[in-house]
């Protein structure tokens, strides 16, 4: 005698295992762990980090002067007049 088969429950498992099927088929073309997307960005991120302390910042004209002013303001020279002459 031949083994009797419920149909619906064929039926089922078939399509619970064409899904596993292209679900595996997904993870190995796209997917990667939540601890690998992780570790990726946070290696980028610590990668702009030392980039962006290796740079220099430009200076413009105005800036130097500015910069230089503050440290030699406070000298005072003995022959210039304390007040300009109406001459």
Do not use: C, W, Y
Request: hydrophobic letters at 20%.
């Amino acid at each position: 005698m031949g083994d009797l088969v419920n149909l619906r429950q064929a039926r089922k498992r078939k399509q619970r295992d064409e899904k596993t099927r292209k679900a595996d088929q997904n993870r190995a073309l796209h997917g990667r762990t939540r601890g690998e997307r992780t570790l990726t960005e946070q290696e980028r991120k610590n990668a702009d980090k030392q980039h962006d302390g290796h740079k220099r910042e430009k200076t413009t004209a105005a800036e130097d002067v500015e910069h230089t002013e503050g440290t030699g303001n406070n000298v005072v020279s003995i022959f210039a007049p304390d007040h300009p002459s109406d001459s």
